[in-house]
Protein backbone atom coordinates (compact mmCIF):
# COMPACT_ATOMS: atom_id res chain seq x y z
CA UNK A 1 0.00 0.00 0.00
CA UNK A 2 0.80 3.57 -0.84
CA UNK A 3 1.73 5.79 1.65
CA UNK A 4 -0.29 8.47 0.25
CA UNK A 5 -3.54 5.96 0.29
CA UNK A 6 -3.17 6.00 4.00
CA UNK A 7 -3.88 9.62 4.51
CA UNK A 8 -7.07 11.34 5.55
CA UNK A 9 -9.36 13.18 2.98
CA UNK A 10 -11.83 14.55 5.80
CA UNK A 11 -11.87 18.40 6.78
CA UNK A 12 -10.54 18.69 10.20
CA UNK A 13 -13.50 18.95 12.87
CA UNK A 14 -13.61 22.48 14.61
CA UNK A 15 -11.79 22.83 17.64
CA UNK A 16 -12.76 24.51 21.09
CA UNK A 17 -10.89 27.38 22.18
CA UNK A 18 -8.32 25.85 25.10
CA UNK A 19 -7.37 22.59 22.88
CA UNK A 20 -4.32 22.91 20.99
CA UNK A 21 -5.34 23.62 17.38
CA UNK A 22 -2.50 23.67 14.46
CA UNK A 23 -1.31 27.34 14.18
CA UNK A 24 -2.40 27.18 10.44
CA UNK A 25 -5.95 25.89 9.83
CA UNK A 26 -4.93 25.79 5.99
CA UNK A 27 -2.17 23.43 4.52
CA UNK A 28 -3.28 19.83 5.27
CA UNK A 29 -2.07 17.04 2.95
CA UNK A 30 -4.67 17.05 0.23
CA UNK A 31 -4.11 20.35 -0.70
CA UNK A 32 -0.80 19.31 -1.90
CA UNK A 33 -0.48 19.09 -5.82
CA UNK A 34 -0.41 15.20 -6.65
CA UNK A 35 3.36 14.76 -6.85
CA UNK A 36 3.76 15.95 -3.54
CA UNK A 37 1.87 13.65 -1.79
CA UNK A 38 4.50 11.06 -1.91
CA UNK A 39 6.31 10.59 0.94
CA UNK A 40 9.87 13.10 0.02
CA UNK A 41 7.09 15.64 -0.81
CA UNK A 42 4.57 15.15 2.33
CA UNK A 43 8.14 15.57 4.59
CA UNK A 44 9.51 18.93 3.01
CA UNK A 45 5.76 20.34 3.24
CA UNK A 46 5.24 19.54 6.73
CA UNK A 47 8.63 20.79 7.19
CA UNK A 48 7.78 24.33 5.42
CA UNK A 49 4.70 24.42 7.48
CA UNK A 50 6.49 23.96 10.80
CA UNK A 51 8.64 26.56 10.07
CA UNK A 52 5.80 28.66 9.35
CA UNK A 53 4.20 28.25 12.50
CA UNK A 54 7.62 28.61 14.47
CA UNK A 55 8.95 31.27 12.76
CA UNK A 56 6.66 34.10 13.50
CA UNK A 57 6.65 33.04 17.22
CA UNK A 58 10.31 33.09 17.37
CA UNK A 59 10.57 36.56 15.98
CA UNK A 60 7.85 37.94 18.66
CA UNK A 61 9.82 35.96 21.63
CA UNK A 62 13.34 37.19 20.42
CA UNK A 63 12.24 41.15 19.29
CA UNK A 64 13.52 42.18 23.10
CA UNK A 65 16.57 40.51 23.18
CA UNK A 66 19.39 42.72 21.75
CA UNK A 67 21.64 40.13 20.31
CA UNK A 68 23.85 41.25 17.56
CA UNK A 69 26.61 41.23 15.62
CA UNK A 70 28.31 45.17 15.54
CA UNK A 71 29.47 45.36 11.88
CA UNK A 72 30.98 48.39 11.75
CA UNK A 73 30.77 50.57 14.94
CA UNK A 74 29.74 54.31 14.37
CA UNK A 75 31.63 57.34 15.80
CA UNK A 76 30.40 60.90 16.06
CA UNK A 77 31.75 63.92 18.11
CA UNK A 78 34.45 61.06 19.33
CA UNK A 79 31.90 59.15 21.11
CA UNK A 80 29.63 55.97 19.89
CA UNK A 81 26.71 56.76 17.71
CA UNK A 82 24.13 53.78 17.63
CA UNK A 83 22.05 55.56 14.75
CA UNK A 84 25.26 55.53 12.77
CA UNK A 85 26.29 51.87 13.84
CA UNK A 86 25.80 48.73 11.54
CA UNK A 87 24.70 45.89 13.40
CA UNK A 88 23.08 42.38 12.54
CA UNK A 89 20.42 41.11 15.26
CA UNK A 90 19.51 37.66 15.77
CA UNK A 91 15.64 38.47 14.88
CA UNK A 92 16.96 39.54 11.68
CA UNK A 93 18.29 36.42 10.85
CA UNK A 94 14.92 34.91 11.82
CA UNK A 95 13.58 37.12 9.63
CA UNK A 96 15.73 35.87 6.75
CA UNK A 97 14.85 32.19 7.58
CA UNK A 98 10.84 33.72 7.47
CA UNK A 99 11.51 35.42 4.14
CA UNK A 100 12.56 31.92 2.65
CA UNK A 101 9.50 30.18 3.96
CA UNK A 102 7.44 33.04 3.13
CA UNK A 103 8.44 32.95 -0.79
CA UNK A 104 7.49 28.86 -0.67
CA UNK A 105 4.15 30.16 0.90
CA UNK A 106 3.46 32.45 -2.08
CA UNK A 107 4.49 30.03 -4.96
CA UNK A 108 2.17 27.83 -3.74
CA UNK A 109 -0.79 30.30 -3.60
CA UNK A 110 -3.09 30.91 -6.74
CA UNK A 111 -5.00 33.48 -5.53
CA UNK A 112 -3.38 37.21 -5.70
CA UNK A 113 -3.67 38.53 -1.65
CA UNK A 114 -1.86 42.10 -2.14
CA UNK A 115 -4.51 44.83 -2.29
CA UNK A 116 -3.49 47.04 -5.49
CA UNK A 117 -3.91 50.82 -3.94
CA UNK A 118 -2.02 50.52 -0.65
CA UNK A 119 0.51 48.15 -1.86
CA UNK A 120 1.47 50.53 -4.66
CA UNK A 121 1.83 53.69 -2.15
CA UNK A 122 3.80 51.94 -0.31
CA UNK A 123 6.29 50.59 -2.62
CA UNK A 124 6.46 54.05 -3.80
CA UNK A 125 7.52 54.58 -0.21
CA UNK A 126 10.35 51.79 -0.43
CA UNK A 127 11.51 53.14 -4.00
CA UNK A 128 11.76 56.74 -2.44
CA UNK A 129 13.52 56.17 0.86
CA UNK A 130 16.32 54.22 -1.09
CA UNK A 131 16.57 57.10 -3.19
CA UNK A 132 16.80 59.39 -0.42
CA UNK A 133 20.09 57.19 0.82
CA UNK A 134 21.83 58.85 -2.38
CA UNK A 135 21.86 62.64 -1.09
CA UNK A 136 22.55 61.74 2.50
CA UNK A 137 25.83 63.22 4.32
CA UNK A 138 26.56 59.51 5.18
CA UNK A 139 25.37 57.02 2.14
CA UNK A 140 26.16 53.75 3.73
CA UNK A 141 24.60 55.03 6.91
CA UNK A 142 21.52 55.97 5.24
CA UNK A 143 20.93 52.87 3.14
CA UNK A 144 21.43 50.73 5.87
CA UNK A 145 18.03 52.54 7.71
CA UNK A 146 16.60 51.89 4.59
CA UNK A 147 17.38 48.20 4.42
CA UNK A 148 15.89 48.58 7.80
CA UNK A 149 12.62 49.87 6.58
CA UNK A 150 12.21 47.59 3.78
CA UNK A 151 13.17 44.68 6.45
CA UNK A 152 9.86 45.91 8.64
CA UNK A 153 7.69 46.00 5.19
CA UNK A 154 8.98 42.68 4.25
CA UNK A 155 7.73 41.38 7.81
CA UNK A 156 4.28 43.54 7.60
CA UNK A 157 3.74 41.55 4.27
CA UNK A 158 4.50 37.99 5.59
CA UNK A 159 2.65 38.53 9.15
CA UNK A 160 -0.54 39.89 7.28
CA UNK A 161 -0.97 37.29 4.36
CA UNK A 162 0.25 34.26 6.07
CA UNK A 163 -2.56 32.25 7.67
CA UNK A 164 -2.04 31.73 11.37
CA UNK A 165 -3.84 31.03 14.61
CA UNK A 166 -3.90 34.16 16.50
CA UNK A 167 -4.26 32.76 19.89
CA UNK A 168 -0.98 31.24 19.54
CA UNK A 169 -0.04 34.75 18.71
CA UNK A 170 -1.50 36.55 21.42
CA UNK A 171 0.31 33.97 23.68
CA UNK A 172 3.99 34.81 22.04
CA UNK A 173 3.25 38.89 23.39
CA UNK A 174 1.89 37.24 27.01
CA UNK A 175 5.00 35.38 27.32
CA UNK A 176 7.42 37.91 25.88
CA UNK A 177 5.80 40.42 28.31
CA UNK A 178 5.75 38.30 31.34
CA UNK A 179 9.39 37.41 30.92
CA UNK A 180 10.01 41.49 30.49
CA UNK A 181 7.97 42.49 33.54
CA UNK A 182 9.58 40.19 35.82
CA UNK A 183 12.68 40.95 35.05
CA UNK A 184 11.86 44.83 34.75
CA UNK A 185 10.76 44.65 38.36
CA UNK A 186 13.67 42.99 39.38
CA UNK A 187 15.48 45.75 37.83
CA UNK A 188 14.05 48.34 39.61
CA UNK A 189 13.66 46.95 43.02
CA UNK A 190 17.64 45.94 42.93
CA UNK A 191 18.36 49.25 40.73
CA UNK A 192 20.77 47.42 39.00
CA UNK A 193 20.73 45.86 35.15
CA UNK A 194 23.37 43.41 34.24
CA UNK A 195 25.56 43.23 31.44
CA UNK A 196 25.47 40.44 28.96
CA UNK A 197 26.95 40.03 25.34
CA UNK A 198 25.01 36.93 24.95
CA UNK A 199 21.36 38.36 25.53
CA UNK A 200 22.30 41.92 24.29
CA UNK A 201 21.89 43.20 27.50
CA UNK A 202 23.62 46.45 28.25
CA UNK A 203 24.68 47.70 32.11
CA UNK A 204 22.53 50.23 33.96
CA UNK A 205 22.73 51.80 37.58
CA UNK A 206 21.65 54.87 38.80
CA UNK A 207 24.94 56.40 39.01
CA UNK A 208 26.25 55.95 35.39
CA UNK A 209 25.45 59.15 33.58
CA UNK A 210 23.37 58.99 30.52
CA UNK A 211 21.04 55.79 31.96
CA UNK A 212 17.23 57.24 32.53
CA UNK A 213 17.03 58.19 35.53
CA UNK A 214 14.43 60.00 38.30
CA UNK A 215 15.96 62.13 40.86
CA UNK A 216 14.05 62.70 43.73
CA UNK A 217 15.52 64.07 47.48
CA UNK A 218 16.60 60.96 48.29
CA UNK A 219 18.71 60.31 45.27
CA UNK A 220 18.64 59.05 42.09
CA UNK A 221 16.19 55.68 40.87
CA UNK A 222 16.90 53.69 37.84
CA UNK A 223 14.14 53.22 35.51
CA UNK A 224 13.54 49.65 34.18
CA UNK A 225 15.31 48.77 31.22
CA UNK A 226 13.98 45.28 30.75
CA UNK A 227 16.62 44.09 27.67
CA UNK A 228 15.69 46.81 25.72
CA UNK A 229 17.80 49.85 24.67
CA UNK A 230 15.64 52.67 26.47
CA UNK A 231 12.66 52.15 29.01
CA UNK A 232 10.13 53.69 27.30
CA UNK A 233 10.27 50.74 24.34
CA UNK A 234 9.63 48.34 26.81
CA UNK A 235 6.26 50.35 27.97
CA UNK A 236 5.69 50.03 24.38
CA UNK A 237 6.03 46.63 24.02
CA UNK A 238 4.29 45.55 27.11
CA UNK A 239 1.45 47.66 25.25
CA UNK A 240 1.10 44.76 22.75
CA UNK A 241 1.62 42.20 25.92
CA UNK A 242 -1.63 44.00 27.91
CA UNK A 243 -3.64 44.05 24.87
CA UNK A 244 -3.00 40.44 23.90
CA UNK A 245 -3.59 39.05 27.49
CA UNK A 246 -7.22 41.47 27.53
CA UNK A 247 -7.75 39.70 24.32
CA UNK A 248 -7.20 35.91 25.63
CA UNK A 249 -9.26 36.78 28.33
CA UNK A 250 -11.74 37.71 26.30
CA UNK A 251 -11.92 34.49 24.43
CA UNK A 252 -13.04 32.58 27.77
CA UNK A 253 -9.85 29.90 27.64
CA UNK A 254 -9.57 26.90 30.15
CA UNK A 255 -9.07 27.60 34.12
CA UNK A 256 -5.53 26.89 34.61
CA UNK A 257 -5.13 29.72 31.26
CA UNK A 258 -7.60 32.11 32.77
CA UNK A 259 -5.35 31.73 36.16
CA UNK A 260 -1.94 32.69 33.99
CA UNK A 261 -3.46 35.09 32.51
CA UNK A 262 -5.48 36.83 35.49
CA UNK A 263 -2.12 36.43 37.41
CA UNK A 264 0.00 38.63 34.03
CA UNK A 265 -1.91 41.12 34.86
CA UNK A 266 -0.66 42.84 37.98
CA UNK A 267 2.75 41.60 37.01
CA UNK A 268 3.10 43.16 33.88
CA UNK A 269 1.24 46.63 35.35
CA UNK A 270 4.15 46.39 37.43
CA UNK A 271 6.29 46.25 34.71
CA UNK A 272 4.92 49.35 32.78
CA UNK A 273 4.63 51.38 36.07
CA UNK A 274 8.54 50.64 36.77
CA UNK A 275 9.43 52.55 33.35
CA UNK A 276 7.93 55.01 34.24
CA UNK A 277 7.29 56.27 30.61
CA UNK A 278 4.91 58.97 29.94
CA UNK A 279 4.60 58.04 26.62
CA UNK A 280 3.66 54.33 26.92
CA UNK A 281 1.07 55.10 29.60
CA UNK A 282 -0.68 57.52 26.86
CA UNK A 283 -0.36 55.18 24.39
CA UNK A 284 -2.09 51.67 26.80
CA UNK A 285 -4.90 53.89 27.69
CA UNK A 286 -5.26 54.97 24.06
CA UNK A 287 -5.27 51.18 23.01
CA UNK A 288 -7.49 50.50 25.73
CA UNK A 289 -9.87 53.19 24.78
CA UNK A 290 -9.87 52.12 21.00
CA UNK A 291 -10.69 49.04 22.27
CA UNK A 292 -13.64 49.17 24.14
CA UNK A 293 -14.60 51.73 21.17
CA UNK A 294 -14.14 49.01 18.67
CA UNK A 295 -15.61 46.02 20.77
CA UNK A 296 -19.02 48.05 21.01
CA UNK A 297 -21.45 48.48 23.57
CA UNK A 298 -23.18 45.20 22.73
CA UNK A 299 -20.12 42.82 23.18
CA UNK A 300 -19.40 44.69 26.92
CA UNK A 301 -22.65 44.26 28.06
CA UNK A 302 -21.83 40.56 27.15
CA UNK A 303 -19.04 40.35 29.29
CA UNK A 304 -19.94 43.19 31.31
CA UNK A 305 -18.36 41.27 34.77
CA UNK A 306 -14.73 40.49 32.70
CA UNK A 307 -14.12 44.15 31.86
CA UNK A 308 -15.68 45.52 35.28
CA UNK A 309 -13.19 42.98 36.61
CA UNK A 310 -10.31 44.04 34.10
CA UNK A 311 -10.36 47.48 34.86
CA UNK A 312 -10.60 46.74 39.06
CA UNK A 313 -7.25 44.98 38.59
CA UNK A 314 -5.47 47.49 36.62
CA UNK A 315 -7.09 50.19 38.57
CA UNK A 316 -5.71 48.75 41.99
CA UNK A 317 -2.49 47.68 40.88
CA UNK A 318 -1.50 50.77 39.22
CA UNK A 319 -2.93 52.76 42.33
CA UNK A 320 -0.85 50.42 44.87
CA UNK A 321 2.46 50.93 43.61
CA UNK A 322 1.45 55.17 42.74
CA UNK A 323 0.87 55.21 46.48
CA UNK A 324 4.03 53.28 47.48
CA UNK A 325 6.57 55.05 45.47
CA UNK A 326 4.45 58.26 45.05
CA UNK A 327 7.77 60.76 45.75
CA UNK A 328 8.50 58.87 42.63
CA UNK A 329 5.95 59.28 40.82
CA UNK A 330 4.67 62.27 41.43
CA UNK A 331 8.15 63.70 40.43
CA UNK A 332 8.19 62.03 36.91
CA UNK A 333 4.93 62.83 35.92
CA UNK A 334 4.33 66.24 37.33
CA UNK A 335 7.80 67.45 35.58
CA UNK A 336 8.92 69.98 37.76
CA UNK A 337 12.48 68.34 38.56
CA UNK A 338 15.81 69.17 37.38
CA UNK A 339 16.04 66.48 35.13
CA UNK A 340 12.74 66.39 33.99
CA UNK A 341 13.30 70.25 33.22
CA UNK A 342 16.20 69.06 31.54
CA UNK A 343 14.79 66.51 28.92
CA UNK A 344 11.89 68.87 28.33
CA UNK A 345 14.65 71.63 27.03
CA UNK A 346 16.59 68.87 24.80
CA UNK A 347 12.96 68.28 23.19
CA UNK A 348 12.09 71.78 22.63
CA UNK A 349 15.77 71.91 20.97
CA UNK A 350 15.57 69.08 19.12
CA UNK A 351 12.28 70.47 17.87
CA UNK A 352 13.93 74.08 17.01
CA UNK A 353 17.20 71.58 15.17
CA UNK A 354 14.32 69.89 13.03
CA UNK A 355 12.74 73.23 11.80
CA UNK A 356 16.41 74.29 10.93
CA UNK A 357 16.64 70.97 8.59
CA UNK A 358 13.25 70.55 6.90
CA UNK A 359 13.86 74.58 5.91
CA UNK A 360 16.68 73.17 3.68
CA UNK A 361 15.59 70.35 2.34
CA UNK A 362 11.29 70.40 2.73
CA UNK A 363 10.61 68.49 -0.16
CA UNK A 364 13.13 65.58 -0.78
CA UNK A 365 14.36 65.56 2.90
CA UNK A 366 17.88 64.65 4.15
CA UNK A 367 18.05 61.05 3.96
CA UNK A 368 16.41 58.57 6.16
CA UNK A 369 18.14 57.71 9.46
CA UNK A 370 20.33 61.15 9.00
CA UNK A 371 18.95 63.24 11.64
CA UNK A 372 21.69 63.33 13.87
CA UNK A 373 24.54 63.51 11.95
CA UNK A 374 22.91 66.56 9.98
CA UNK A 375 22.62 68.70 13.33
CA UNK A 376 26.64 67.69 14.23
CA UNK A 377 27.37 69.04 10.89
CA UNK A 378 25.27 72.56 11.60
CA UNK A 379 26.54 72.77 15.46
CA UNK A 380 29.80 70.50 16.44
CA UNK A 381 30.44 71.77 19.27
CA UNK A 382 27.90 69.91 21.34
CA UNK A 383 28.27 66.55 23.84
CA UNK A 384 27.89 63.39 21.82
CA UNK A 385 25.08 62.45 23.83
CA UNK A 386 22.81 65.51 22.77
CA UNK A 387 22.74 64.37 19.80
CA UNK A 388 19.13 62.92 19.24
CA UNK A 389 16.46 62.53 16.97
CA UNK A 390 13.80 64.88 17.71
CA UNK A 391 11.27 62.92 19.44
CA UNK A 392 8.46 62.96 17.26
CA UNK A 393 7.92 60.11 14.58
CA UNK A 394 6.20 62.37 12.28
CA UNK A 395 8.50 65.22 12.36
CA UNK A 396 11.55 62.89 11.87
CA UNK A 397 9.58 61.56 8.95
CA UNK A 398 8.91 64.63 7.45
CA UNK A 399 12.74 65.75 8.33
CA UNK A 400 14.38 62.49 6.52
CA UNK A 401 12.13 62.15 3.72
CA UNK A 402 10.95 65.27 3.13
CA UNK A 403 6.97 66.19 2.29
CA UNK A 404 6.63 63.60 -0.39
CA UNK A 405 7.89 60.88 1.67
CA UNK A 406 4.90 62.10 4.55
CA UNK A 407 2.37 62.02 1.43
CA UNK A 408 3.42 58.92 0.30
CA UNK A 409 3.28 57.30 4.06
CA UNK A 410 0.16 58.96 4.61
CA UNK A 411 -1.67 57.56 1.57
CA UNK A 412 -0.45 53.73 2.58
CA UNK A 413 -2.07 54.07 5.92
CA UNK A 414 -5.35 55.68 4.89
CA UNK A 415 -5.81 53.30 1.79
CA UNK A 416 -5.00 50.57 4.55
CA UNK A 417 -7.89 51.90 7.06
CA UNK A 418 -10.34 52.11 3.84
CA UNK A 419 -9.82 48.89 3.11
CA UNK A 420 -10.72 48.11 6.46
CA UNK A 421 -13.95 50.49 6.51
CA UNK A 422 -15.39 48.64 3.27
CA UNK A 423 -14.84 45.20 4.23
CA UNK A 424 -11.95 44.49 2.12
CA UNK A 425 -9.72 43.45 5.16
CA UNK A 426 -10.87 42.06 8.35
CA UNK A 427 -9.54 43.64 11.04
CA UNK A 428 -7.74 42.31 14.54
CA UNK A 429 -9.67 44.16 16.87
CA UNK A 430 -7.11 43.85 19.91
CA UNK A 431 -4.07 44.88 17.31
CA UNK A 432 -5.98 47.41 16.19
CA UNK A 433 -6.60 49.02 19.60
CA UNK A 434 -2.66 48.36 20.03
CA UNK A 435 -1.81 50.23 16.42
CA UNK A 436 -3.63 53.38 17.25
CA UNK A 437 -2.10 53.58 20.96
CA UNK A 438 1.24 52.99 18.70
CA UNK A 439 0.42 56.28 16.83
CA UNK A 440 -0.04 58.19 20.14
CA UNK A 441 3.54 57.23 21.54
CA UNK A 442 4.98 58.29 17.59
CA UNK A 443 3.51 61.90 18.94
CA UNK A 444 5.74 61.76 21.75
CA UNK A 445 8.82 59.51 20.90
CA UNK A 446 10.93 58.15 17.59
CA UNK A 447 12.11 54.69 18.60
CA UNK A 448 9.22 53.41 15.92
CA UNK A 449 11.08 54.69 13.15
CA UNK A 450 14.86 55.45 13.94
CA UNK A 451 15.71 52.24 16.31
CA UNK A 452 16.12 48.68 15.10
CA UNK A 453 13.68 47.00 17.61
CA UNK A 454 11.07 49.84 17.15
CA UNK A 455 11.02 49.75 13.11
CA UNK A 456 10.35 45.80 13.67
CA UNK A 457 7.44 46.82 16.81
CA UNK A 458 5.73 48.95 14.50
CA UNK A 459 5.60 46.85 11.05
CA UNK A 460 4.69 43.96 12.86
CA UNK A 461 1.72 45.21 15.04
CA UNK A 462 0.62 47.20 11.41
CA UNK A 463 0.72 43.47 9.80
CA UNK A 464 -1.29 41.55 12.66
CA UNK A 465 -3.96 44.20 12.91
CA UNK A 466 -4.52 44.09 9.75
CA UNK A 467 -4.96 40.65 8.76
CA UNK A 468 -5.92 40.20 4.91
CA UNK A 469 -8.98 37.67 3.82
CA UNK A 470 -10.38 35.35 5.77
CA UNK A 471 -7.51 34.55 8.33
CA UNK A 472 -7.79 38.42 9.96
CA UNK A 473 -10.37 36.50 13.09
Not at 68 to 79: D, E, K, M, V, Y
Not at 125 to 147: G, K, T
Not at 157 to 169: T, W
Not at 201 to 229: M, T
Request: aromatic residues 16%.
Amino acid sequence: MKYEQTLPHAPLPEREFGSTPPLFEEGSMNDLPPLERGTGGVFWNSLGLRFQKFLPLACILLLPWQTRWIISQGILANSFWEYGTLSLYVTDAVLVVMLIAFGFFLAKKKKKRLRRSSSIWLFLLVLWILVSSFWAPSFQVSFAHALLFIEGVLLFFMISLVPMNQRHLFWAWVIGGLIQAMFAVLQFLTQFSPESTLLGLAPHAPWQLGDSVIEISSGRFLRAYGSFPHPNILGGFLIVSLMSVIGLLKERPLLWQRMLLWISVPIMIAGLFFTFSRSAWLGFLVALSFFFVLEGGIQIRKQKRFFILLIFSMAVSVFSLSWIFSEIFSVRFQGHARLEQMSLEERLQSYHDAEVLFSQHPVTGIGIGSFTQAIFQLDPSREAWQYQPVHMVWVLLLVETGVIGVVLFLNFLFSKLKEIASGEIKSNVTFLSVLFGLGAISFLDHYLWSLHVGVLLFWLVLGLSLRSGEHGQ
